[in-house]
């Protein structure tokens, strides 16, 4: 299994910027890529960015030349991905999830969220 952690979000104002980390623990061996995904109140959740172990990142045509995903970092027998958000805005706002894709389950690793809030 792999445990998957977030952090790094918070309160901004408009055109702000803020970078979030995922930590991704456990059978590390077995990731293929890492992704970041949000979720607003009665939407389904959303794909803003990912990335391949070969560094290929992959983004929501919205956030695209504002978000920049990292590549895959490991030490510590972590794998670690950071997702820097900038000239934030207020429809940015959402609990941003990391995902660890990993092989032989199609459902990957969740982490538990962090909230991201844009103020106007």
């Known amino acids: 299994q792999v445990q998957v952690v977030e952090s790094g979000g918070g309160l901004v104002q408009a055109g702000g910027s803020l970078r979030l980390l995922c930590e991704a623990s456990g059978n590390t061996f077995s990731i293929k890529g890492i992704g970041w995904y949000r979720q607003v109140p009665e939407k389904e959740r959303e794909l803003v960015a990912t990335v391949t172990n070969r560094g290929i990142a992959n983004y929501a045509d919205s956030m695209k030349g504002r978000f920049t995903i990292s590549t895959i970092s490991e030490d510590n027998a972590k794998k670690t991905v950071y997702l820097q958000m900038n000239s934030l805005k207020p429809e940015d706002t959402a609990v941003y999830y990391c995902?660890?894709?990993?092989?032989?389950?199609?459902?990957?690793?969740w982490g538990q969220g962090t909230q991201v809030t844009v103020s106007s």
């Open positions: 995902n660890a894709d990993v092989y032989g389950y199609d459902y990957g690793y």
